[in-house]
Structures are given as structure tokens and as C-alpha cells.
């Protein structure tokens, strides 16, 4: 008889035991199903965002940038792109622009301008050259200074092409812009990208084939 109730108390102990791991596992697995899905939804609202960012020159942002560029001399801009607010710069607005150099043999470039909207007065807080070079070959982008060749490292800028068919979603990037090309075994494009709210300069290899890869991916901080 104590023999059958030892046995008895030993088989409910076990059970006890299991359902106290079963208890502790199930709530982890659970925690790790909901930062799964978190993840999952972040990264669907990021996707959502980009698509629903309007990077185009509305009359306001066309307005605003012609009354910052009034009586700038030496350089002409063309607002190509509304890029956003600079996060260190909450008056500010950072327009992608066609820079050309008004001299006798004019040079073409992209340059990234930032004014700064204070209501009575639009000013010019920031002029960047965006460099191809660098941005094929480091993580963040880096920007030349005013007097630094516009296009270094063989890339030649571009204002008039549309993204190739081969180019365009590769990856499941979108692209807004070709910036520049490098003729190279085939040909390297240098194109401007937003990807989860980061502006990035994404580097695309053409080969004589027409197979396309991304090489490289710069952030592009505005």
C-alpha cells in the first residue's frame, strides 16, 4: 500500500514538473511570436511610409526655394527632389538639386541645398556636392567641399534618364533618381533611394549582359 502511494505521489510530482516547464516555455515562445511580428509590422509601416512620401516640388516648396536663391550668384539650382526636415535642423528643408556652374565651360553636378523657413525670411544654411566616388566605396556618404571636382572617380552626372527597366526595383529598392553613371566592364549606377525613411545612394552594376547587382549602399544624411 505505501509502495502504490509513493508511486502515486512520484507520478503526480512529474506531472507537476512538466506542467511547471510547459508553464515558463509556452510565455517565451509567445514573447518571441510577438516580437517577431513587431518586427513584421515596423517594417510594413517603414515600407508604407516610403511609398506614401511625395518627393515632388509642389508650388509652396518651389516658391520657398525660389525666394532662398534669390541674389545667389555663381551657381545655378534647379529643385529637382523635396528630400525632408533635417533632423538637426527643424526650420530647415533639403531640396536634391541639378547644380550648373555659370562659367564658360559650365559643369553639371547634384548638390543637396538646406534653407531654413523662419516666416519672415528664407536663408541658405547648407550646401553639399554629393560624391559618386564616395558613395560607391564607404558606408555613409561623404560630400566635397566648393572647391573639389563635382564628379571624381570617373562617374559622369546625369540629368536626363529615366531608371532602366533592369535597374529599377532590383532588390526591392525604389528609386527616384539616376544620379550619375560610370563606365566601367558594362556600366555603374549611381541612384538615389529611400529605403525604411533613409534617404541612400545605391550603386548598381550593369554587366555587358544586362544582369544588374547592387554593389554598394551609401546613407545619404540629408
Known amino acids: 500500500m505505501k509502495k502504490a502511494i509513493a508511486l502515486i505521489l512520484t507520478a503526480a510530482i512529474g506531472v507537476t514538473a512538466l506542467c511547471a516547464c510547459s508553464g515558463t516555455e509556452e510565455p517565451e515562445a509567445q ?29 509652396d516648396l518651389q516658391n520657398l526655394f525660389d525666394t532662398g536663391m534669390e541674389g545667389f550668384v555663381g551657381v545655378g539650382y534647379e529643385a529637382v ?4 526636415v533635417p533632423e538637426s535642423d527643424p526650420l530647415g528643408h533639403t531640396f536634391l538639386c541639378i547644380a550648373t556652374t555659370i562659367t564658360a565651360d559650365p559643369e553639371t553636378y547634384w ?10 525670411e528664407v536663408n541658405i544654411t547648407d550646401i553639399k556636392i554629393i560624391d559618386y566616388a564616395a558613395a560607391s566605396t564607404a558606408d555613409v556618404v561623404t560630400f566635397t567641399d566648393s572647391n573639389a ?8 552626372a546625369v540629368t ?30 549611381s541612384c538615389l533611394c529611400l529605403e525604411d525613411g533613409q534617404w541612400e545612394i545605391v ?20
Do not use: K
Not at 81 to 84: H, T
Not at 149 to 156: K, N, R
Not at 208 to 220: H, K, P, Q, Y
Open 31 to 59: 514573447q518571441d511570436q510577438a516580437e517577431e511580428e513587431t518586427v513584421e509590422e515596423t517594417d510594413a509601416e517603414e515600407s508604407e511610409a516610403d511609398a506614401a512620401f511625395n518627393p515632388a516640388m509642389t508650388p
Open 81 to 84: 527632389n523635396y528630400m525632408g
Open 111 to 120: 548638390a543637396l541645398v538646406t534653407m531654413d523657413d523662419i516666416g519672415s
Open 149 to 156: 571636382d563635382p564628379v571624381p572617380g570617373g562617374w559622369q
Open 160 to 189: 536626363d534618364i529615366a531608371v532602366p527597366d533592369e535597374v529599377q526595383n532590383i532588390d526591392g529598392h525604389m528609386f527616384y533618381e539616376i544620379l550619375a553613371t560610370q563606365v566601367v566592364a558594362g556600366l555603374n549606377y
Open 203 to 222: 550603386t548598381v552594376y550593369v554587366d555587358l549582359d544586362g544582369n544588374a547587382e547592387v554593389t554598394n549602399i551609401a546613407a545619404l544624411n540629408i
